[in-house]
C-alpha cells in the first residue's frame, strides 16, 4: 500500500513538474507506513552501506557502488543527493519492486550527518562510513559539536556484527567509541600517508582544534585538510591512530586525477587511478576502498572499476558554453572552499576563477563563513581575474576586496547567465575555467548549460 | 598620524570565540584604518594570566560568538583574569565591541536551560535565558538615535537560543525591523551605553556597517571625527544585504524541501 502510493505520487510529480520527483514520493510513502523504509531495505541481499559526513559523501558513495559493480554486484543508491530521510525513502521506493521487495545485492545510500541516527535506527544497515565533521550551513541551528554528537550517536546504534570506516585524519571521527564490546562492530580507519600532499599549517579559521577526550589544544605536526591530518594532544596523550586503510604514493595530475596506491589490513595493496582532483577525493577513494573491503569486495578489481569511474553531479564535472569550457565544482562550507582554493591554486593553470554565492535555504541562508575562508590567497595570486555570481556577489566582491584582490581583476555578475558571459569572454580558449559554486549555485549554471546542450542532466530518470 | 605608535586592538579568545565570521569583523578595523594611515595592531588576548597585561596595553576591545561548549570556559576566565583590566580601560573611553555569544557574556548572568545561573562580566545591566526556540535569519535595524549615524540602518545575520532582558534604563542598540532581536518579542535589538555595545548582527556585522567601525576606530583613537574614505564596495554589499533581508520575511513555504526553519514570525 505504502509502496503503491509512494510510486503513484513519484510519477505525479515528475508529471506535474514539482521536481525530479526525489522526495516526494517519500513523503506519501512514509505516511502511509512508517516503517517503510526498514521493509524496504531489509530485502536487500548483501545489505546496506551508509554513507555520511559533512563533504564528499556523494563522490564517496559513487566510488563505493563503482567498486562494488565492477565486481558485477547489483548495486543501487540515491544518487541524484536527497539525503535526507524522505529522499532515502524515495530512493528505496524507485528501487523496489511492485512487491516492495528491493531485488539487489547492496544498496550504498549517502545520508545527511543529522539524518544518520534515524537513518541507522531505521535501516539497520551493514555499514557506516563516516567522513568528516566539518561546519556546515550554521543556520540549519547545529554546531560543529552537535553535529559530532549525531555521528556518535549512529554508530553507536548500528546493530550487532556491522562495520563503521571512520576517518583516522579527523580528531573527534577517529575518536568515536564503539559501544561495549559484545556487540561485535568492527572499526576502520582510512586516512592519508602521504606527508608530501600535506602542509605544515592549520587553516586561519578551524572547525575543531581542541582534544575530543579533554578539550586541551590539539597540536598538527602536518595538516591534510580543514582540521584533518597528523594531531597529538600535548595534555592526555590522544594522537592520531595508524589507519587500517592508508594512501600513500598520492601524485595529483592537475585537477583531473590522482594516483594513489592503496594499502589494506591485510596487505593487499592497489594502485587506483581516478577522475578526481585535490587531497579530500584522495581521503574520499581511501574511505571507499575500506568499507569495500569489509563489505567482501575483491580489491584486485578495484584499479579496473575506479578507472571508469565519472565524478557526480558539480564535482570537477566538465562543460562547454559558446566555446569556453567550464569546470563545475561544489563549494557549499568553509572546508569545501578552502580545499577547493587550495586545489584550483596549486594545480590549475586558468587565469580565470569564478565563484558563485547563493543564500537560499538549501545553501544556508548565513553566509558569514565566507570571510573564515582564507581568500587572502587569491589577493596573492596577481594575474588571476575573478568573476563573482549569486545572490550575495557583492559580498563576495567586499570579501574579495578585503583580501586584497584589486577591484580591476573582480568582475561582478550576480545573474548566472551574465556570469556565464564574463566567465567566456575571459576565458582562454582549451583551459577549462574553475567555478566554485553553492549547491542551489550549482543548480542555476548546470541547468543553464544543459539547456544550451552541454553536459548531461542530473536528476535521474526512475 | 603615520609614524606614531600602532593603535592596538585587543581580539579577545580569538581562537574560541569566533564562530560567524568574525575575522570580517577584525579585517574591517585593521583596513579601515589602514586606508587613513594609521596603523592597527591586533593583539590576541587568549585564555590565561598573561592576557590581562595584554590587554592594558590596548585601545580598544573586540570579542565575538562562538560554540556553548567554549562559552563556558571563556566566561570564567574572562571574569576572573580580565574582568579587572577590561572594566577599567572601558571607564577611560575604550572601545568595546561584543557580538552574539560575546554579547550574552557582556551581562550580569546567563541563565541555563537546566536553571544554573553563569555570571557574566556586568558590564552591562542585561542578562541571558536559555530557550527552546532558535532565532535565526536576516536581521535589519534602526540604530539609536544616540549613536550619529548618518544612516542608522544596521544590517547582519542572526542565529541563537539565548533571549536577551534588558534591565531598566539601558538602551537597545536599535529596533527590530526585520528578524527577531533580543527575544523576539520586544523589538529591541543589543544594547550600548557609553563605550560598550553588544548585538546579535553578525554576517560579519563591521563590513557591511562601516560606520559602526568608524564608530569603534573614533573611540580607539579618542577622535571627534575621521576623514572619509570610499565606501563603494560596502556600500553595494549593504544594499544587497538590506534587500535580501527585506525580500525574505517568510520561510513556511521552504518546509516542503526539508529544511525548513523553527522561526516564527514574532508578530
Ligand atoms: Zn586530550
Same mark, same amino acid.
Given at each position: 500500500?505504502?509502496?503503491?502510493?509512494?510510486?503513484?505520487?513519484?510519477?505525479?510529480?515528475?508529471?506535474?513538474? /514539482?521536481?525530479?520527483?526525489?522526495?516526494?514520493?517519500?513523503?506519501?510513502?512514509?505516511?502511509?507506513?512508517?516503517?517503510?523504509?526498514?521493509?524496504?531495505?531489509?530485502?536487500?541481499?548483501?545489505?546496506?552501506?551508509?554513507?555520511?559526513?559533512?563533504?564528499?559523501?556523494?563522490?564517496?558513495?559513487?566510488?563505493?557502488?563503482?567498486?562494488?559493480?565492477?565486481?558485477?554486484?547489483?548495486?543501487?543508491?540515491?544518487?541524484?543527493?536527497?539525503?535526507?530521510?524522505?529522499?532515502?525513502?524515495?530512493?528505496?521506493?524507485?528501487?523496489?519492486?511492485?512487491?516492495?521487495?528491493?531485488?539487489?545485492?547492496?544498496?550504498?545510500?549517502?545520508?545527511?550527518?543529522?539524518?544518520?541516527?534515524?537513518?541507522?535506527?531505521?535501516?539497520?544497515?551493514?555499514?557506516?562510513?563516516?567522513?568528516?565533521?566539518?561546519?556546515?550551513?550554521?543556520?540549519?541551528?547545529?554546531?560543529?559539536?552537535?553535529?559530532?554528537?549525531?555521528?556518535?550517536?549512529?554508530?553507536?546504534?548500528?546493530?550487532?556484527?556491522?562495520?563503521?570506516?571512520?576517518?583516522?585524519?579527523?580528531?573527534?571521527?577517529?575518536?568515536?567509541?564503539?559501544?561495549?564490546?559484545?556487540?561485535?562492530?568492527?572499526?576502520?580507519?582510512?586516512?592519508?600517508?602521504?606527508?608530501?600532499?600535506?602542509?605544515?599549517?592549520?587553516?586561519?579559521?578551524?572547525?575543531?582544534?581542541?582534544?575530543?577526550?579533554?578539550?586541551?589544544?590539539?597540536?598538527?605536526?602536518?595538516?591534510?585538510?580543514?582540521?584533518?591530518?597528523?594531531?597529538?594532544?600535548?595534555?592526555?596523550? /590522544?594522537?592520531?591512530?595508524?589507519?587500517?586503510?592508508?594512501?600513500?604514493?598520492?601524485?595529483?595530475?592537475?585537477?583531473?586525477?590522482?594516483?594513489?596506491?592503496?594499502?589494506?589490513?591485510?596487505?593487499?595493496?592497489?594502485?587506483?587511478?581516478?577522475?578526481?582532483?585535490?587531497?579530500?577525493?584522495?581521503?574520499?577513494?581511501?574511505?571507499?576502498?575500506?568499507?569495500?573491503?569489509?563489505?567482501?569486495?575483491?580489491?584486485?578489481?578495484?584499479?579496473?572499476?575506479?578507472?571508469?569511474?565519472?565524478?557526480?553531479?558539480?564535482?570537477?564535472?566538465l562543460a562547454s558554453w559558446r566555446g569556453a569550457s567550464f569546470?563545475?565544482?561544489?563549494?557549499?562550507?568553509?572546508?569545501?572552499?578552502?580545499?577547493?582554493?587550495?586545489?584550483?591554486?596549486?594545480?590549475?593553470?586558468?587565469?580565470?576563477?569564478?565563484?558563485?554565492?547563493?543564500?537560499?535555504?538549501?545553501?544556508?541562508?548565513?553566509?558569514?563563513?565566507?570571510?573564515?575562508?582564507?581568500?587572502?590567497?587569491?589577493?596573492?595570486?596577481?594575474?588571476?581575474?575573478?568573476?563573482?555570481?549569486?545572490?550575495?556577489?557583492?559580498?563576495?566582491?567586499?570579501?574579495?576586496?578585503?583580501?586584497?584582490?584589486?577591484?580591476?581583476?573582480?568582475?561582478?555578475?550576480?545573474?548566472?547567465?551574465?556570469?556565464l558571459?564574463?566567465?567566456?569572454?575571459?576565458?582562454?580558449?582549451?583551459?577549462?575555467?574553475?567555478?566554485?559554486?553553492?549547491?542551489?549555485?550549482?543548480?542555476?549554471w548546470h541547468n543553464l548549460l544543459v539547456r544550451s546542450g552541454s553536459g548531461a542532466p542530473?536528476?535521474?530518470?526512475? | 598620524?603615520?609614524?606614531?605608535?600602532?593603535?592596538?586592538?585587543?581580539?579577545?579568545?580569538?581562537?574560541?570565540?569566533?564562530?560567524?565570521?568574525?575575522?570580517?569583523?577584525?579585517?574591517?578595523?585593521?583596513?579601515?584604518?589602514?586606508?587613513?594611515?594609521?596603523?592597527?595592531?591586533?593583539?590576541?588576548?587568549?585564555?590565561?594570566?598573561?592576557?590581562?597585561?595584554?590587554?592594558?596595553?590596548?585601545?580598544?576591545?573586540?570579542?565575538?560568538?562562538?560554540?556553548?561548549?567554549?562559552?563556558?570556559?571563556?566566561?570564567?576566565?574572562?571574569?576572573?583574569?580580565?574582568?579587572?583590566?577590561?572594566?577599567?580601560?572601558?571607564?577611560?573611553?575604550?572601545?568595546?565591541?561584543?557580538?552574539?555569544?560575546?554579547?550574552? /557574556?557582556?551581562?550580569?548572568?546567563?541563565?541555563?536551560?537546566?536553571?544554573?545561573?553563569?555570571?557574566?562580566?556586568?558590564?552591562?545591566?542585561?542578562?541571558?535565558?536559555?530557550?527552546?526556540?532558535? /532565532?535565526?535569519?536576516?536581521?535589519?535595524?534602526?540604530?539609536?538615535?544616540?549613536?550619529?549615524?548618518?544612516?542608522?540602518?544596521?544590517?547582519?545575520?542572526?542565529?541563537?537560543?539565548?533571549?536577551?532582558?534588558?534591565?531598566?534604563?539601558?538602551?537597545?542598540?536599535?529596533?527590530?525591523?526585520?528578524?527577531?532581536?533580543?527575544?523576539?518579542?520586544?523589538?529591541?535589538?543589543?544594547?550600548?551605553?557609553?563605550?560598550?555595545?553588544?548585538?546579535?548582527?553578525?554576517?560579519?556585522?563591521?563590513?557591511?556597517?562601516?560606520?559602526?567601525?568608524?564608530?569603534?576606530?573614533?573611540?580607539?583613537?579618542?577622535?571627534?571625527?575621521?576623514?572619509?574614505?570610499?565606501?563603494?564596495?560596502?556600500?553595494?554589499?549593504?544594499?544587497?544585504?538590506?534587500?535580501?533581508?527585506?525580500?525574505?520575511?517568510?520561510?513556511?513555504?521552504?518546509?516542503?524541501?526539508?529544511?525548513?526553519?523553527?522561526?516564527?514570525?514574532?508578530?
Open positions: 500500500m505504502a509502496v503503491g502510493a509512494g510510486r503513484l505520487a513519484g510519477a505525479t510529480s515528475r508529471k506535474l513538474r /514539482l521536481g525530479g520527483g526525489t522526495t516526494f514520493p517519500g513523503d506519501v510513502a512514509r505516511a502511509v507506513d512508517p516503517q517503510v523504509l526498514g521493509k524496504l531495505t531489509s530485502s536487500v541481499r548483501g545489505g546496506v552501506v551508509l554513507v555520511t559526513g559533512t563533504n564528499g559523501k556523494t563522490t564517496t558513495a559513487a566510488l563505493l557502488r563503482t567498486l562494488a559493480e565492477g565486481q558485477g554486484l547489483s548495486v543501487g543508491g540515491n544518487p541524484s543527493g536527497s539525503n535526507l530521510i524522505y529522499g532515502l525513502t524515495a530512493a528505496a521506493l524507485r528501487l523496489a519492486d511492485v512487491s516492495g521487495k528491493v531485488e539487489l545485492d547492496w544498496l550504498i545510500l549517502e545520508v545527511d550527518e543529522l539524518s544518520a541516527p534515524r537513518a541507522v535506527a531505521e535501516i539497520r544497515p551493514s555499514g557506516l562510513v563516516i567522513l568528516n565533521a566539518f561546519r556546515d550551513q550554521l543556520d540549519r541551528s547545529f554546531e560543529i559539536d552537535q553535529v559530532a554528537q549525531r555521528l556518535q550517536e549512529a554508530v553507536l546504534g548500528l546493530p550487532p556484527g556491522a562495520f563503521w570506516v571512520g576517518n583516522a585524519d579527523d580528531p573527534r571521527v577517529a575518536s568515536f567509541d564503539s559501544g561495549s564490546s559484545p556487540r561485535g562492530i568492527s572499526k576502520i580507519l582510512f586516512g592519508l600517508n602521504d606527508e608530501s600532499v600535506g602542509h605544515k599549517l592549520l587553516p586561519a579559521v578551524v572547525d575543531s582544534r581542541s582534544c575530543p577526550r579533554c578539550r586541551s589544544e590539539l597540536e598538527f605536526s602536518l595538516v591534510y585538510y580543514a582540521h584533518c591530518g597528523l594531531y597529538r594532544c600535548p595534555h592526555c596523550g /590522544l594522537r592520531r591512530p595508524n589507519p587500517d586503510v592508508g594512501a600513500d604514493s598520492i601524485r595529483m595530475i592537475g585537477l583531473d586525477a590522482i594516483e594513489m596506491e592503496v594499502v589494506g589490513p591485510a596487505g593487499w595493496r592497489a594502485a587506483i587511478s581516478v577522475p578526481l582532483g585535490g587531497v579530500v577525493n584522495a581521503a574520499n577513494v581511501a574511505a571507499a576502498m575500506a568499507a569495500a573491503a569489509a563489505m567482501g569486495v575483491d580489491q584486485s578489481r578495484a584499479a579496473t572499476s575506479l578507472g571508469r569511474f565519472r565524478p557526480s553531479f558539480g564535482r570537477s564535472q569546470r563545475l565544482m561544489l563549494a557549499k562550507n568553509p572546508a569545501g572552499l578552502e580545499e577547493n582554493l587550495t586545489a584550483v591554486l596549486t594545480l590549475d593553470k586558468s587565469p580565470v576563477l569564478a565563484i558563485a554565492l547563493n543564500d537560499g535555504v538549501a545553501d544556508g541562508r548565513d553566509i558569514s563563513w565566507i570571510w573564515d575562508v582564507d581568500m587572502e590567497r587569491l589577493g596573492r595570486a596577481p594575474d588571476l581575474r575573478v568573476v563573482v555570481s549569486g545572490t550575495r556577489a557583492r559580498e563576495l566582491a567586499l570579501r574579495l576586496g578585503y583580501a586584497g584582490v584589486s577591484a580591476d581583476r573582480i568582475t561582478v555578475r550576480p545573474l548566472p547567465e551574465d556570469a558571459s564574463a566567465v567566456s569572454d575571459l576565458a582562454q580558449t582549451g583551459v577549462p575555467v574553475p567555478c566554485l559554486l553553492t549547491y542551489t549555485a550549482m543548480l542555476a542530473f536528476f535521474q530518470a526512475p | 598620524m603615520t609614524g606614531e605608535e600602532p593603535l592596538r586592538l585587543g581580539h579577545l579568545y580569538p581562537k574560541e570565540m569566533n564562530l560567524y565570521g568574525d575575522r570580517g569583523n577584525i579585517l574591517a578595523m585593521v583596513l579601515r584604518a589602514q586606508r587613513r594611515g594609521i596603523g592597527l595592531e591586533v593583539v590576541p588576548i587568549s585564555m590565561g594570566a598573561d592576557g590581562a597585561d595584554r590587554a592594558a596595553s590596548c585601545s580598544g576591545f573586540f570579542i565575538g560568538g562562538g560554540q556553548d561548549l567554549d562559552q563556558d570556559a571563556v566566561a570564567e576566565d574572562l571574569i576572573q583574569l580580565k574582568g579587572e583590566v577590561l572594566r577599567q580601560k572601558v571607564s577611560l573611553g575604550a572601545p568595546l565591541l561584543a557580538v552574539c555569544a560575546g554579547f550574552q /557574556l557582556l551581562g550580569t548572568h546567563y541563565l541555563t536551560a537546566a536553571g544554573t545561573r553563569i555570571p557574566g562580566l556586568g558590564l552591562l545591566p542585561l542578562h541571558t535565558e536559555a530557550s527552546r526556540q532558535r /532565532l535565526v535569519g536576516n536581521l535589519m535595524i534602526t540604530a539609536d538615535p544616540g549613536l550619529e549615524l548618518q544612516d542608522p540602518i544596521l544590517i547582519g545575520f542572526e542565529n541563537h537560543s539565548g533571549k536577551t532582558y534588558l534591565h531598566e534604563g539601558l538602551t537597545p542598540l536599535g529596533y527590530v525591523m526585520h528578524g527577531q532581536g533580543n527575544t523576539g518579542q520586544s523589538r529591541q535589538e543589543g544594547a550600548w551605553r557609553d563605550t560598550v555595545l553588544g548585538t546579535y548582527l553578525h554576517g560579519p556585522l563591521l563590513p557591511k556597517n562601516p560606520e559602526l567601525c568608524d564608530w569603534w576606530l573614533r573611540l580607539a583613537l579618542g577622535l571627534e571625527c575621521l576623514p572619509p574614505i570610499d565606501d563603494s564596495l560596502e556600500r553595494s554589499a549593504r544594499l544587497e544585504a538590506i534587500a535580501v533581508a527585506q525580500r525574505r520575511d517568510d520561510f513556511s513555504r521552504f518546509r516542503l524541501l526539508g529544511r525548513g526553519l523553527p522561526t516564527k514570525r514574532a508578530r
